[in-house]
């Protein structure tokens, strides 16, 4: 058997040197020389494309800062735009309509205007605002991400890239599409040198799509448009992230052109940057695309050589198959239980030794899936009960403080003010009690604090300012249902009720490398060393869960919990100081889709 393996490989390898290589070495160099010409040329002419179109776009924003002049155009609206001393309240109504009406108008005239705002200069005579969209009303001008950069420079004009538009429609029922913004310093008509306020006109993508959609006609390749953050302005077709990665980061020799390999497959990437705006041209043109007109002779090339390879193997092969398919099959059986599949079988083993050995290993796998059966039927009615114990440690204080809470603000608001947190309560019990599912994604997770965060609001009359952070990327990834609010009404009734003064509370949930991350903050009392040590011993030994110290119960479950669901090296980290508050950061696995859910949930479900 040995000699007949050598024998083969020596006779494929014969074919290829003698038969496929020669003419295999001729038709690439032909087809190389070929296909650089090509691609200098392809090269070239994206390269033209990528300057005309940067040049259009500087062209249309040029035309967009002549629009922000509008402000200028007439003295008399300047002067009402500008004038920062008081003025009587109905008055003050009447303008701001008029103002408002002058900015409707503007937005008539260009299709692609989304919104036009204009703040005066925070500290500069009385605040005001005038926008054709809903703001927030807690929107504070000095905290915008442009003012601080842009109020104190020289510059008349500065630009935002895509962003999320601050105001809204009150009405609309859909998230408003992402704007860049132009903004503009406006003066007062009596001076040059004094900044009253920002006249601010977001633009959607109208005009930019029309544009980029001009080249982009033709499918041998595709151009798009990013900003200096590698954030995709407009792109016509999605972008491979790994082909993204190259686009977002121009070549470090100055280059205005590279060519970028991804496997077998290689592009022809171009730069060209659009002026003031921060944006970049970038076209991408596959190299298979450009030699498909040479296609033939090397098809003709590869064809030959499949011919010679299929003659060699069908020789070889046709011998080696009946000796080599049981082999293949005891491999396959192998994958099967390195999978914990143990129910396999094999019909007509054949009469040999090979034929023995997978009887044996059929034999040894249905003993060792039995061995294993028995096994976890213990060990999960152990589990499925300490975590169905976990998960109903339900704390009915908090519900009864909510609903005192709930009452007296109906005997103070006559009713008025409680569908908001009847609703959220409402929520929080439906997720608590809701049975079938023991997961939710971190957008519903976030939906829950933000509702628990409600209660406590108005419960406490604002005495916190708590803040939830999820990351966007992990919205819709999956975490197991109530485990970050033990940790947070911890940090409420043991870490904030009993402090003077206004506390913070923070929960962050971001991605750190191959984990996800939860992090719960507090300012609150603390622990001390003593008291830390004690309760990272306690959870560290598994003798929490017979704890009945209810300050930490919470705790106990989600970290039992973590250790049920995901096992080493999920866990959860605690750190507190003496009056300075603390802090718990959760380490989960990602969780992507239910498939992955099912993982986890049927270590718990396994018969």
Known sequence: MNRFLTFKQKLILTYMVFIVLPMSVLGLGAYGLYSDAMEKKVSDFAQQVAVSTASNIEMYIRELEQFTLMPYYGRDFQDTLTDDRGADPLLSIEVKETIEKNFSFWQS??????NISYFSKPGVGQERIYSLGYLPPDLEVGKLPWFETFSGSDEIVTYLSLHQPASTDLIQNTPPPKVFSLIRKIYKSSTILITSGFFQVDFTLEDIERIMSRVNREKNGSFLLIDRDGQIVYSGDPVNEQLLAHIAEPPSDGQDRQIVSMGSQKNIIVHHPVGKMGWTVVGYVPVSQIVSGIMQVRNSMILIGVVCIVLALIVSTGISYQIT?????????IKRVETEDFQIQYDNPPRNEIGQLIR????????LDETIRNLYQAEIVRQESELQAL??????????NTLETIKMKAEIDEADATVDMITALGKLVKTSLHAGNDFNTFREEREYLN???????????????MTIDVEEELMEWYIPKLLIQPLVENAFYHGLEMKQGKGKLSVAIGREESHVKVVVTDDGLGMSPERLLRLRQSLDDGKQRLSQDEKSIGLANVFARIGLYFGSPYTMHIDSRPGEGTEIVLLLPPIKSESEVNIYVSRHNRG
């Open 391 to 400: 998960k109903s440690q339900i704390n009915p204080h908090f519900l009864f």
């Open 109 to 114: 005239q260009r299709g692609s205007v989304e």
């Open 360 to 367: 044996s290993f059929i034999r040894m796998s249905r003993r």
């Open 325 to 333: 398919k049981p082999i293949y099959k005891l491999i396959s059986l």
């Open 451 to 465: 509702n628990y965060f409600y209660i406590q609001d108005n419960r406490y009359a604002s005495r916190f300012d």
